[in-house]
């Protein structure tokens, strides 16, 4: 599913999701990690699929990242 989301990403955003995030799986989620500061807009958008996706963003300082259900 982690290069799947990515390329979902990559497609809906026009981006090479690839170059902003590292995707990997703990448990029952796949973790999206920011490699960069995304700004308001485009961490907006990501917000967005993520929700489809039936995702959250855990605010954690440098420990952030979108947690995405597998199931």
Do not use: C
């Amino acid at each position: 599913m982690s290069v799947d989301f990515l390329s979902v990403l990559s497609k809906r955003l026009g981006i090479d999701a690839a170059d902003y995030f590292t995707s990997e799986v703990e448990g029952e989620y796949l973790i999206v990690r920011p490699r960069q500061y995304l700004g308001t807009e485009l961490f907006g958008k990501v917000m967005d699929v993520v929700r489809e996706f039936d995702g959250s963003y855990v605010s954690a300082g440098k420990q952030s990242h979108f947690a995405i259900p597998l199931s």
